[in-house]
């Protein structure tokens, strides 16, 4: 069946045999529960069904429902669920899942997000854009060091499985890939409340990449400039400092101090 790619569901399909069933390989999901978020026309899916132990597709885009049909009457582990993903419960399809997607790039950061903060989500092997890559797996000081490099390594390991070239898809996108894989840990580094502080510090921290963190904070918070300066020197951190030279550490012990309004 012809199926024309639908840019706005960003849709770019992969085709070659080696690359997914590499990917699927280095995934490590063997008799594990997996979901896989946008099967389109089911280039990945038959290989994952073939080792999960149960398969959860959550597919947005009903024309793709004539493709996907006969894999999920081929494979009796496997249900397609036409769903955005963004808004489905996720929870309920297991204790320990395991996520493997050709992600639709319009919401590679949602997705993330998403697969971080749902509990019963263990591991997740994406493929998404290089530069997003660069970003999750970056370290401070580097260019591409930002939120999402603190946020990843807090939730857990991130490292990159493999680059892709753009002309491995259909249709070409105009940018390379990479398939990263995220580790996520079995506890939380932080209680809930140092958490919810936490994420939220580091997110205004990086809001605006040139500015200094006590000119970030300021904005968001509204403290007092040379309160914060002291609260950083009381770290021994320097109060010119700007957010991409800040440790993971230095953010959750801050966080773990924090007395002002969020
Ligand atoms: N897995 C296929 C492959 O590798 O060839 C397709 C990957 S394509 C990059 C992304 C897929 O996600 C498309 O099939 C698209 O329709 C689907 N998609 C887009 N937005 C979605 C959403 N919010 N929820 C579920 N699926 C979505």
């Not at 947005?60 to 793709?64: A, E, F, N, R, V």
């Not at 489905?88 to 297991?94: L, R, V």
């Given at each position: 069946m012809q199926h024309q790619a639908k840019k706005r569901f960003g849709q770019n399909f992969l085709r070659d045999k080696n690359l997914l069933k590499k990917i699927v390989n280095e995934s490590?999901?063997?008799n594990k529960d997996v979901i896989e978020v946008g099967p389109g026309q089911g280039a990945l899916t038959s290989f994952l069904a073939q080792q999960a132990h149960k398969l959860i597709c959550f597919e947005?885009?009903?024309?793709?429902k004539p493709i996907l049909d006969p894999i999920e009457q081929a494979y009796e582990n496997t249900q397609i669920i036409y769903q955005d993903f963004m808004t489905?419960?996720?929870?309920?399809?297991?204790n320990e899942l395991h996520v493997v997607a050709n992600v639709p790039y319009y919401i590679t950061t949602p997705i993330i997000f998403k697969l971080v903060e749902?509990?019963?989500?263990k591991t997740a092997s994406l493929m998404i854009q290089k530069e997003v890559c660069e970003r999750l797996i970056a370290k401070p000081?580097?260019?591409?060091?930002?939120n999402l490099s603190v946020v990843m390594s807090y939730y857990g390991n991130v490292y990159k499985m493999m680059d892709v070239k753009?002309?491995?898809?259909?249709?070409?996108?105009n940018v390379d890939s990479a398939v990263i894989r995220i580790e996520k840990r079995d506890?939380?580094?932080?209680?809930p409340n140092a958490e919810k502080v936490f994420l939220s510090i580091v997110r205004s921290a990086f809001k605006?990449?040139?500015?200094?963190l006590v000119n970030n904070w300021f904005e968001a918070y509204q403290i007092d400039k040379t309160e914060i300066q002291s609260f950083l020197e009381s770290f021994?951190?320097?109060?010119?400092?700007?957010?991409?030279?800040?440790?993971i550490n230095q953010f959750m012990d801050m966080a773990g101090a924090w007395s002002y309004d969020l």
């Open positions: 490590n999901i063997l947005i885009d009903t024309s793709l489905s419960d996720i929870s309920i399809y297991g749902t509990k019963q989500i000081g580097s260019k591409t060091y930002n753009r002309h491995m898809f259909v249709p070409q996108p506890k939380p580094l932080l209680e605006q990449k040139r500015k200094t021994n951190i320097d109060p010119n400092i700007r957010a991409e030279k800040v440790t």
